[in-house]
């Protein structure tokens, strides 16, 4: 699986973006699918999870309710829609998709579960 992520950039504290991530190859629906993010000298943190079939969906406490992971299985595409963004989510976004069970918070938020990972996309937010 070879995934590119999009959609990082500029905005102003309170704006909004969203990220995406298409994913190649037939078997997409099958893979978990989770956004992570790494600020300068910070190591990378979990941000938003969703499983195979987009029903059941986990946040990190510091994006919950200002972020919307969702995917498109026939797009083999998933998305993070970030509002009311800060200057604090400013990092560079990474997605990654894994085949792990059970779809939980404490898994879904282990780097290591994750097999495949995007090159990371720029999202910087100013005051």
């Known amino acids: 699986v070879q995934l590119q992520a999009s959609g990082g950039g500029l905005v102003q504290a309170g704006g909004s973006l969203r990220l995406s991530c298409a994913a190649s190859?037939?078997?997409?629906?099958?893979?978990?699918m989770g956004w992570f993010r790494q600020a300068p000298g910070k190591e990378r943190e979990f941000v938003a999870a969703?499983?195979?079939?987009?029903?059941?969906?986990y946040y990190a406490d510091s994006v919950k309710g200002r972020f919307t992971i969702s995917r498109d299985n026939t797009k083999n595409t998933d998305y993070l829609q970030m509002n009311n963004l800060k200057p604090e989510d400013t990092a560079v976004y990474y997605c990654?998709?894994?085949?792990?069970?059970?779809?939980?918070?404490?898994?879904?938020?282990?780097?290591?579960?994750?097999?495949?990972w995007g090159q990371g996309t720029q999202v910087t937010v100013s005051s």
């Open positions: 190859g037939r078997t997409f629906s099958t893979y978990n």
């Open positions: 990654a998709a894994g085949q792990f069970f059970p779809f939980q918070i404490t898994v879904v938020m282990v780097r290591t579960f994750y097999s495949y």
């Open positions: 969703i499983n195979g079939n987009g029903d059941s969906t």
